[in-house]
């Protein structure tokens, strides 16, 4: 299995090491397993850009930490119309080669300095949490009931603390109190069908920049 991620940082308020978290990315994917080819973008963004995301995806106000994109759409057909089944043109490929567009990961390193002292530790720790959150999210784990937060705080400790390091526990604040006290946000981003159906999630800034839980 080939896994390609892009990670580009477009912010300059606390400049961050893409190739670092693209490869910190390429190991999870690694070792979850996907099947075929897959490909992840990660992008690192200032207040601004991210506020607006969030504005535009999910309807809320201010900036928030992560944003995770899944990308739902199946792989255009190739070969003539209508049926698809000549040699006309088309793309080459057949569609179960092509490889499996995961989405995109939007963070914002400003709100994760911020957030890093009281939850994950360090920034470094924060980026990690918030890259492995937003991986899990478009994979399809997700954290609207407690069973399902359990599931996904578990696998982001595991998945941390092998290709991390060990992230304090301060990083998912809200267990104590029955919250999800999970990072960050999963919408239905560019790529995807707008049925209404992106699901907020959202410590969106722990700090109170956004709210969303």
Not at 23 to 47: I, K, T, Y
Not at 157 to 184: F, I, K, Y
Request: with cysteine.
């Amino acid at each position: 299995m080939a896994v390609e991620v892009f990670a580009a940082d477009e912010q300059n308020d606390h400049p961050v090491d893409a190739l670092r978290w693209a490869r910190l990315a390429e190991s999870v994917l690694e070792e979850e397993g996907l099947s075929g080819d897959a490909e992840l973008s990660v992008l690192f963004v200032d207040e601004m850009s991210i506020a607006e995301l969030n504005s535009r995806f999910l309807g809320q106000d201010g900036p928030t930490d992560v944003l995770a994109f899944p990308i739902d759409e199946e792989p255009m057909e190739s070969g003539r119309s209508p049926d698809s089944g000549g040699t006309g043109p088309g793309l080459p490929s057949e569609p179960e080669d092509a490889p499996v567009l995961l989405g995109d990961i939007v963070i914002c390193p400003a709100v994760a300095y911020r957030n890093a002292a009281e939850h994950a530790g360090t920034f470094e720790d924060e980026i990690a949490l918030l890259i492995v959150h937003g991986l899990l999210h478009l994979m399809g784990m997700d954290h609207d009931e407690d069973d399902e937060a359990e599931e996904m705080e578990a696998k982001e400790r595991e998945l941390l603390g092998r290709h991390h390091g060990a992230v304090r526990p301060e990083a998912w604040p809200a267990r104590a109190t029955g919250g999800t006290g999970a990072p960050g946000e999963i919408a239905g981003g560019p790529g995807t069908p707008s049925d209404g159906t992106a699901a907020a999630e959202g410590e969106a800034g722990k700090d109170g920049a956004a709210g969303g839980e």
